[in-house]
Structure formats: structure tokens, C-alpha cells
């Protein structure tokens, strides 16, 4: 499908809804020397502080080091460099916060919880750790610790996910009620360009496409207003494009997906409706902060969402389930709210960090900025603005194509595939403190079964 005759999907990408709101805790203080113009450099960088700091193992060339490290999201690596300095009596604050962004990143959100409180602890001023410490209560569901802020504490931090939190008034987000079994399963309306499902938010029926380039469930404003959703809070998102928008934040009584009802549902208020896929028009957007109360499957092959409880329980029927069909099992990290990041190789270069986005239509597997086409020798494309590619902020963006020999996450390697160029906004190469090469999307994950597990913080993927 070429980018002409997308007139009829209209939406073409939903890209980093829901934008890091500038306070958060994605924001790293600036890394030693000056910025590096692509990953190339930043890996010469951090080739020449390891020899730095090799030769003076000071606790400053140590947290040199430990910061490209992560920069270059060598993670594990960054958390194993910066140990020694937390024994300290008075641990540097750049070195527990990087740790506490390695632990949150790895789901191990207890340690991050104790990790963000004691930087914030050291430096109360710290409204990085105190994004920290929000967005490890908006992850565990435990948004009545929120209340337990002061007015002097919350008044030093504008974080629209907070206002949010607050309004469920001590209320448990998303509480899963079962009918029957616990697993459901959810028939695709369709499946390209994205899979489109059926669902019921407040009791009303809503067509919605499956997009983990968003957070919560995202709801278009009109059915919002026609249910007496209302708007706590709000902040400007940025989309495909380097588009933005405004984003509402709300509240839901539930929303039913097949045979579960969640309850007390945290919901994103925007335009969907301008978006009809197969004929279908789009009402809600459900994203990975939904996906996460489960463990979750985007069946593609069997044009099906399939949601288990989270429990050892059905995690042991699933690797049951899948034995002998699996193709890969894949780590993955989440940042912010909803950002799933793998590594993965591109034209033979590998190491390279990638947001898993399924929400990329048309003929594209994979976006990517300028500088990772520098770095592994893709020429940038021509680019032209067509009228029916628009994003989550709306269209009058430009974008080309090109074409990738090879795309791997993990052990799954694909060739000949089709790149887009335009569409994910340059701010992204490094807007979450550490690089990101590029975005892996549906026309990549469209081959398999898709299963990603919160738990155990990795991705499995069957034929």
C-alpha cells in the first residue's frame, strides 16, 4: 500500500500520545561533553570515558561513564556502574537517580519507589524525583498515595497525571471484575491497517483500535461529553509529525472488554472520530495502560485481543499454552506511561533501542529519525505532504519512505520492509534521556502473536 491510497484509513500514526510532560523524570541532567549528533558519537563518547575512567576510577569519571552508558541504553550496564557510589553515606543524587530510572524501567517498582524518595529526600527541590516517585504510583495503580502529597509538594510539580489521580479520591483504578473465566477473548473488527475492537466504556458501545503508542484508554470528546466524562486535567501531547494537541484527562466508571469489566478507568479525551478504519469509525483508542492490567496478546494471525489475568496462575497456563510455538522471548522495558522499548538491529547494525508502537499504518514496519539513517547509512528520503496522512495532533506533516534490508527485535529478523521518514518527530531521537533509534510497528508485530507480559517484563512472540 503506498502512502497515495491511504485516503481511506486516514490515520496513519498515533505516535507518543500522551508526550513526557516537561517535568518528568525522562528529563536527565546533561550529559558530560558536548551533545553527540547520533548514536555513532555517543558510542565514541562512551568508548573514550570507560578509558577515562578506567585509568582514574574516581566517583566522578564514574558517573561519567555510568550516564552515556545509559544515554547509549547500555541499562543494566549504567545501574551496575553507579552501585558502588550508593553505598555512600551521601550518595550523589545523579547517581541514585539514574538508578531509580533503571529500576523503574525494569518494572521493579518497589526499588524505584525507595530509590526517587531518597533523592528527593537529599534534594526536596528535586521535581525530577518527584515525577519519579508520581509516575511509580500511576504505574502500580496506587494513586491514593498521591493524597498523602502535601499541597507545598504538589504545588512544586504540574504533572496533568497527577491532577488526574487525585480526582479518583482514593479509589483502586482499573479493579477487573470476571465473567466466567479469567481470560476473554476479543474478536477483531478487522486487522489492517490496525486491529479494530469492540468494547463498552460507561455502558456505551465504542469502536476502538488497538494502539500501544498510547497511554490510557483514549476516548473522542464528543462521546466523552455525551457521557458526562469530565475533564480534570489537560496538557498538550505531541504526535506523528512533531504535531500536537490537547489532551484531556479523565475518568471512566468502567469499560468492558469482552468478558472483563475494569472499573474506575483512567481516560485520555481525544479526537478519534476523524478516523475510520475498514469502514469503522474510531471512538476510542486502547493503549498500553490498559493492556498492562493484563497479560495481554495481540493475536494477529487469528485476528484477536486476548486478555488473561495477571496472576502466576494464568501465567503458567499460557507458557503452557504457547510451548513449542514460541519464536522469541524478547525483554522489554517501559518508560514514562506507556513507552515499551526493545532492543533490536537494523541493516546489520545492532544494540539499537526501539519503541514498540504498533499503531504505524500504511506499508511502513519502522520509522526513524535522521540521525539513526546517518548512523547505519540510509540516504534521507524526499519527503511531500499528502493529504490523508494524518496523526493523533492532525495532519500537514511531511513524510517519505525508505526501504530497510533487515529489522530484528531480538532473534526475529524480517527483510525488505518499508521505513517511514517524517512521521516520528525528531524531539523523540532523544527526548527520553537516552537514544531511540527508531519505532517497530504494526506491519513488523502483524506476523505474530504478540503477548507482552508486565510481570515478568518481556514480550513472547508465536506463530
Not at 337 to 366: P, R
Request: a negative charge; aromatic letters at 8%; one cysteine or more.
Amino acid at each position: 500500500m503506498s502512502w497515495e491510497t491511504l485516503a481511506g484509513i486516514a490515520r496513519i500514526l498515533l505516535l507518543l500520545c500522551l508526550a513526557v510532560p516537561v517535568v518528568c523524570m525522562a528529563q536527565v541532567p546533561p550529559m558530560p561533553g558536548e551533545p553527540t549528533e547520533h548514536r555513532g558519537h555517543a558510542l565514541q563518547d562512551l568508548a573514550e570515558a570507560g578509558a577515562a575512567f578506567e585509568e582514574d576510577r574516581t566517583d566522578e569519571a564514574r558517573l561519567d561513564y555510568a550516564k552515556l552508558l545509559y544515554e547509549t541504553g547500555h541499562f543494566e550496564p549504567a545501574e551496575d556502574a553507579v552501585k558502588p557510589l550508593l553505598g555512600a553515606s551521601e550518595p550523589p543524587v545523579d547517581a541514585v537517580m539514574l538508578a531509580a530510572r533503571v529500576a523503574y524501567l525494569s518494572g521493579r517498582y518497589e526499588e524505584a519507589e525507595h530509590l526517587f524518595g531518597a533523592a528527593l529526600a537529599r534534594d526536596p527541590e528535586n521535581r525530577r524525583a518527584l515525577a519519579g516517585l508520581i509516575f511509580t504510583y500511576y504505574q502500580t495503580n496506587r494513586y491514593a498515595r498521591c493524597l498523602e502529597l502535601s499541597d507545598e509538594v504538589r504545588e512544586k510539580i504540574q504533572i496533568p497525571h497527577l491532577d488526574m489521580m487525585l480526582a479518583f479520591g482514593g479509589e483502586e483504578p482499573y479493579r477487573a471484575a470476571w465473567r466466567g473465566e479469567s481470560r476473554t477473548e476479543v474478536p477483531f473488527l478487522v486487522a489492517d491497517p490496525l486491529p479494530v475492537i469492540e468494547v463498552e466504556i460507561d455502558g456505551h458501545k465504542v469502536t476502538a483500535l488497538i494502539d500501544t503508542g498510547g497511554d490510557a484508554f483514549i476516548l473522542d470528546p464528543e462521546i466523552a461529553d455525551s457521557l458526562g466524562i469530565e475533564i480534570v486535567a489537560s496538557m498538550t501531547g505531541m504526535f506523528a509529525g512533531g504535531m500536537e494537541a490537547e489532551v484531556g484527562f479523565a475518568k471512566a466508571d468502567s469499560l468492558t472488554l469482552g468478558g472483563v469489566t475494569l472499573h474506575s478507568v483512567p481516560v485520555s479525551v481525544l479526537p478519534t472520530r476523524g478516523f475510520v478504519l475498514g469502514g469503522h469509525t474510531i471512538g476510542g483508542i486502547l493503549g498500553t495502560g490498559v493492556l498492562k492490567q493484563f497479560l495481554s496478546t495481540v493475536d494477529y494471525p487469528n485476528d484477536r485481543l486476548i486478555l488473561r489475568e495477571r496472576s502466576g496462575e494464568a501465567s503458567g497456563a499460557f507458557d503452557a499454552e504457547v510451548r513449542g510455538r514460541v519464536e522469541d522471548v524478547i525483554p522489554f522495558y517501559l518508560h514514562s506511561t506507556h513507552f515499551l522499548i526493545a532492543k533490536g538491529s537494523l541493516n546489520g547494525h545492532d544494540d539499537l533501542v526501539f519503541h514498540i508502537d504498533s499503531g504505524l499504518a500504511g506499508e511502513a514496519a519502522f520509522a526513524a529519525t535522521e540521525p539513526t539513517l546517518e548512523y547505519v547509512g540510509i540516504p534521507t528520503p524526499e519527503v511531500a505532504v499528502h493529504e490523508n496522512v494524518v496523526g493523533g495532533g492532525g495532519g500537514g506533516f511531511a513524510i517519505g519512505s525508505f526501504p530497510v534490508e533487515t529489522l530484528g527485535l531480538g532473534d526475529l529478523v524480517q527483510t525488505d520492509l518499508i521505513g517511514s521518514f517524517g512521521a516520528q518527530p525528531p524531539a523523540s531521537y532523544r527526548m527520553l534521556g537516552f537514544i531511540q533509534d527508531g519505532l517497530v510497528s504494526h506491519n513488523f508485530l502483524r506476523q505474530y502473536a504478540w503477548t507482552i507480559d508486565f510481570d515478568r517484563m518481556r514480550m513472547v512472540f508465536t506463530r
